[in-house]
Structures are given as structure tokens and as C-alpha cells.
Antibody, heavy 119, light 109 residues
Framework: QVQLVESGGDLVKPGGSLRLSCAAS????????MSWIRQAPGMGLEWISY????????KYGDSLTGRFTVSRDNAKRSLYLQINSLRVEDTAVYYC????????????WGQGTTVTVSS | QTVVTQEPSLTVSPGGTVTLTCASS?????????PNWFQQKPGQAPRALIY???NKHSWTPARFSGSLLGGKAALTLSGVQPEDEAEYYC?????????FGGGTKLTVL
């Protein structure tokens, strides 16, 4: 079945960096756009970024460019999110989702990985 | 920067009908914004319900329907079940980006 599994979340100090991963299975990964979404504790969802199947097209949410970089390795069926200069306000559960765009939305989500930024 | 607004909370009786809405700070929400709806229960990842205004996923219960209503996107639950108690989020496409609403906490009481 279609499955997404995030990993890489950790407790990090402000100013640090982290790379999150999302392993895909059950579908032809390279054919699909993928998105990252986060949710701070007790808060709503925030869309972070998407990347096209061939990595040629990327987009980031408002105010999220610069510190966040999305990438993928289709041979490894994996999606990545690099976060630099981490801030306390980056503390959140980070989800990956398959992104079908207007043709299907964010149809399948992973279970999330937790990033905590604290000194 | 687009702000998407939802009712913070709504209450509905079991078996009743409730409509949640999703408004954009830039003006009327139209089909071109391809509104999506998601359900999230405590401790769980969000689950997709509706895409492109009114299209259901294969797993979406028939009692959920999407529409456009008075310049907003809308999610209507008919014949509400106790298990529908959850947070509901809309998402719209703004150009190439996606923007979530703040969520509606639906209580079934």
C-alpha cells in the first residue's frame, strides 16, 4: 500500500541544522510531486514546500525561503528537508505528503517526525 | 501574504448537519483555488477528505461533501457521527503555493 515514513526529527539547539527524511513505498515515487507540512504544538498546519518528481520545480511558503531546502533522491525513493539556523519557533511535527496538485491534493501523509529546538 | 480563515470552533448534535467554511483574505474563494479539506484527530496525522472543491477520495465517507458557498469554500457533514469529532483544515492553492486555514474544532455533542 502507499506509505510515507518520516525520520530525522531530534532535539537540537538554536542555530543548529537538521535534515529530515521521508521514505516512500507503494507507488512510483519519481512520478509525483511531494510536499512538506509542519504543525507546531497545539497549532494548525503550515505548508512548507513542494518539489516536482524530477526536482526541477520547487516552491516554498511565504517567509520560509532561505533556511529550508527541499530535495529528493528518486533512486532511494526518498524526500528530504534541510533546515538551517534552527529557531525555537521551528519546533513542530513535520509531515511529508504526496502532492497531486489540483488533480488530487495532498492525498497521502506520513505519521510525522518531531523537531524540538531548545537550548 | 494570503490568510485563510475558518471558524475556530463549531458544535453539532449527532445525526445533525454542519457546514464549515474557508475564506481567503484576497477575496472570494473560487474553484481556481482548488480547495482541499482535511480531518485531524488528536495524536494522528491529517487525513485528506476533499480535493478541488468537491471531489472525494476513495476513502471519504459519503456524508462529507465540499462546495463553494457565498465566496467561501465549504465542507458539509450530513448525518454527523460521534467519530467525526475532530479538527478540520482547509487548504487553498494560491498561485503555485498552498495555504492552510487555521482549522475548525468540531465538537459532536
Amino acid at each position: 500500500q502507499v506509505q510515507l515514513v518520516e525520520s530525522g526529527g531530534d532535539l537540537v539547539k538554536p542555530g543548529g541544522s537538521l535534515r529530515l527524511s521521508c521514505a516512500a513505498s507503494g507507488f512510483t515515487f519519481s512520478n509525483y510531486y511531494m510536499s512538506w507540512i509542519r504543525q507546531a504544538p497545539g497549532m494548525g498546519l503550515e505548508w512548507i514546500s513542494y518539489i516536482s518528481g524530477g526536482s526541477s520545480d520547487t516552491k516554498y511558503g511565504d517567509s520560509l525561503t532561505g533556511r529550508f531546502t527541499v530535495s529528493r533522491d528518486n533512486a532511494k525513493r526518498s524526500l528530504y528537508l534541510q533546515i538551517n539556523s534552527l529557531r525555537v519557533e521551528d519546533t513542530a511535527v513535520y509531515y511529508c505528503a504526496r502532492d497531486l496538485g489540483s488533480g488530487g491534493g495532498l492525498d497521502v501523509w506520513g505519521q510525522g517526525t518531531t523537531v524540538t529546538v531548545s537550548s | 501574504q494570503t490568510v485563510v480563515t475558518q471558524e475556530p470552533s463549531l458544535t453539532v448534535s449527532p445525526g445533525g448537519t454542519v457546514t464549515l467554511t474557508c475564506a481567503s483574505s484576497t477575496g472570494a474563494v473560487t474553484s481556481g483555488y482548488h480547495p482541499n479539506w482535511f480531518q485531524q484527530k488528536p495524536g494522528q496525522a491529517p487525513r485528506a477528505l476533499i480535493y478541488s472543491t468537491n471531489n472525494k477520495h476513495s476513502w471519504t465517507p459519503a456524508r462529507f461533501s465540499g462546495s463553494l458557498l457565498g465566496g467561501k469554500a465549504a465542507l458539509t457533514l450530513s448525518g454527523v457521527q460521534p467519530e467525526d469529532e475532530a479538527e478540520y483544515y482547509c487548504l487553498i492553492h494560491v498561485g503555485d503555493a498552498r495555504v492552510f486555514g487555521g482549522g475548525t474544532k468540531l465538537t459532536v455533542l
